[in-house]
């Protein structure tokens, strides 16, 4: 193959991706003097990465197989643009060989492994095969060609439960079940094929023993054209939520020297199967001892900045550059590891509500200054709009220090400081997690997080003294910013009164909890507040987010958010929110009964589980969503008989739309 098709310098470079790795390629991109392209979906117009980019093309609508699934679309993108390179980032089709294959048909270079490389090491089965024969030790598995049920449930039997059933084309935990029994096997296989055919367009499974209490360990890698292949040491992914890594970091704080170099060595021996060029992952599960490969990722990962700041190279830059056609600048004993790097990936999604995707518009995004060590890779600003087609992945938040817990620190620092509103995020969770005390010694495996769910998502505590007088504070600063507005007004003075001392009464609730009333004495005098048989001094000196709140002396920073009644508040306490009672009375309260059974978010009806007639236990499924790419499988809230099914496969829903009803038993 000629390799100048492959490999040359080019101006012009069309993204293939959205979110925040279109915006992380792009910054990159720009910073070397390259033009760029953006692509967007219907549901992408006002995108952040549309709007950082030179130019942008419309795709189609929201639906990924629409638009950022269309190879014909993506193609004529970059013909109507001028185009000469395309970058797929990750997910989508980044590692999709007949997409490479597209682009080098067209005269576009492909920012990435050949078609020929991705096939033989993006398809997890083939992948294996190759390792098989290098002699990489595997985890014990069926990775064949014939995928009728009777072969890969003969396959199970011979491996042993509990297996792993998994997407051969996949990541990011898609299209991949843990299996412990033989009666599971036929569903999870069916759900499986079912969501790696809508994520990748591609349902091959395989299936592997499934390694009890593992660690997730990988190594980047990089290739040129002319014959380099480097390592750029491992990271840790052990911190994962149904398959689906939520914490990374690097170094691995559980490879002595030793073990680093090995499977380090083993991740060049990997690639080095197939001469590989460009950017990827070689991912192993470790029992504590050995160390199994387990596939390669040919393309870059989302947590790609860990290794970049532990490194201090910039692996987009790298990419590009590879595609160019030029040799790596670095030697293998030139790349020195510094320090310890650790990322956590916000979403938009409720961790208290089983993690169900969270959609709408982002009324509010505060986030830290890129300083101290801090690093934020964003896709979303205030004001965007979330919507349920993609993976609700709004940002990381990584963080560089010299040693790991110090590392941990700043992450959690940068957590904290941290304000989204509008949808619901992890922010809460991933703190939670971080200040884990076995997160901070380590002893962690893939399953820790499952099985500290409960503590990682405790409610939060109810407000005290603290918050309920940051609250009249909130109040006061938002009419003081009111009235501000106003010219002439005269209560631009907080505390002004003809004549005299006043007072005004506040009442807040948590939910639908009880009352909880403050007091505020102001006007010819210091203002205080009354709480039952206590008096605080107070005062308020207002700051960008917020204020700063002191009560009798001692002085606390606020964030504050208030959306008419409804008050958000962040004390060294944790974040709270809180209802303003109506002074005035007449509110009224919608109530919502907690057995319907609708739809969570938009999404569409991909299984029915059960029949009308049928009777059914509590918990038992009844239908299966697809939700921001995820399936999500809704449940018999009490025992009773399944009246009525209001939907069939493929409808398309909408939030709060009733699909099915139970009548309770014994009524």
């Not at 790696?196 to 040129?224: C, S, W």
Request: hydrophobic content about 40%.
């Amino acid at each position: 193959m000629d390799h100048s098709k492959l490999y040359r310098r080019f101006r012009t470079l069309l993204i293939a991706n959205r979110g925040e790795i279109a915006c992380r390629v792009i910054r990159t991109a720009r910073a070397m003097g390259l033009r760029t392209v953006a692509v967007y979906s219907e549901a992408d117009r006002d995108a952040m990465h549309v709007a950082l980019a030179d130019e942008a093309v419309l795709l189609g609508p929201a639906r990924a197989r629409d638009s950022y699934l269309n190879v014909e679309r993506l193609i004529e993108a970059a013909r109507k643009t001028g185009a000469e390179a395309v970058h797929p980032g990750y997910g989508f089709l980044s590692e999709n060989a007949e997409f490479a294959r597209a682009c080098f048909d067209a005269g576009l270079v492909f920012v990435g492994p050949t078609a020929g490389m991705m096939t033989a090491m993006g398809s997890k089965s083939g992948s294996k095969e190759l390792m098989e024969k290098a002699g990489v030790p595997l985890v014990p598995g069926y990775h064949g060609e014939a995928q009728d049920e009777a072969t890969l449930s003969k396959a199970a039997d011979k491996i042993g439960f509990p297996i792993l059933v998994k997407a051969s084309a996949g990541g990011g935990g898609r299209g991949m079940r843990i299996v412990r029994s033989a009666d599971e096997l036929a569903p999870a296989i069916v759900s499986a094929k079912r969501e790696a055919k809508a994520a990748f367009g591609d349902d091959r499974m395989l299936i592997e023993k499934y390694v009890d209490n593992p660690r997730h360990i990988e190594v980047q890698i990089i290739g040129d054209s002319h014959g380099n292949l480097l390592s750029l040491f491992e990271r840790e992914c052990t911190l994962q939520r149904r398959h689906q890594k939520v914490i990374e970091e690097a170094p691995s704080p559980t490879l002595n020297p030793a073990q680093r170099e090995a499977v380090c060595a083993a991740a060049r021996k990997a690639a080095g199967a197939v001469n590989y060029v460009g950017a990827g992952t070689i991912e192993f599960v470790s029992d504590g001892k050995d160390v199994f490969f387990i596939e390669m990722n040919t393309r870059l990962q989302v947590e790609h900045p860990v290794t970049e700041l532990i490194t201090g190279i910039d692996l987009v830059e790298w990419q590009l550059r590879v595609a160019f056609g030029e040799a790596l600048p670095l030697k293998q004993d030139d790349i020195k590891l510094n320090g310890h790097a650790v990322e956590a990936r916000v979403y938009a999604e409720n961790p208290t509500k089983n993690f169900m995707p969270s959609v709408g518009r982002i009324s509010t995004w505060r986030l830290p200054a890129e300083t101290g060590g801090l690093r934020i890779d964003a896709g979303y600003r205030e004001g965007d709009s979330v919507s349920p087609y993609y993976d609700a992945m709004l940002a990381k938040m990584i963080a560089w220090a010299p040693t790991r817990d110090v590392a941990i620190e700043r992450l959690n620092r940068g957590l904290e400081e941290s304000d989204v509103r509008g949808i619901v995020s992890n922010i809460p969770f991933l703190s939670a997690l971080m200040t884990h005390p076995k997160v901070r010694t380590n002893a962690i495996d893939t399953g820790f997080i499952e099985r500290e769910l409960a503590v990682l998502t405790q409610a939060a505590p109810a407000p005290g003294e603290l918050e309920l007088c940051a609250a009249v504070a909130a109040i006061i600063s938002d009419e003081q910013r009111a009235a501000q507005a106003e010219a002439n007004s005269p209560w631009q003075t907080f505390g002004w009164q003809p004549v005299g001392r006043r007072q005004r009464s506040f009442a807040f609730r948590v939910g639908h909890g009880p009352e909880q009333k403050i007091v505020l004495n102001y006007g010819s005098g210091p203002s205080t507040l009354v709480i039952g048989e206590r008096e605080l001094a107070f005062a308020i000196t207002p700051r960008d987010g917020g204020f700063d709140l002191t009560l009798d002396g001692v002085k606390s920073s606020v964030a504050a958010v208030i959306a008419g009644h409804e008050l958000y508040l962040r004390t060294r306490n944790g974040r709270f929110d809180l209802h303003w009672v109506d002074p005035f009375g007449g509110e009224t309260e919608e109530q919502t009964g907690q057995d319907k059974i609708a739809a969570p978010l938009p999404g569409t009806v991909v299984a029915v589980l059960a029949e009308e007639g049928a009777k059914l236990e509590k918990g038992a499924p009844i239908l299966t969503l697809e939700v921001m790419k995820m399936e999500q499988t809704l449940r018999a809230p009490y025992a009773g008989v399944l009246k009525s099914i209001k939907c069939k496969v493929g409808d398309i829903v909408q939030e709060g739309v009733e699909l099915a009803v139970v009548d309770p038993a014994g009524e």
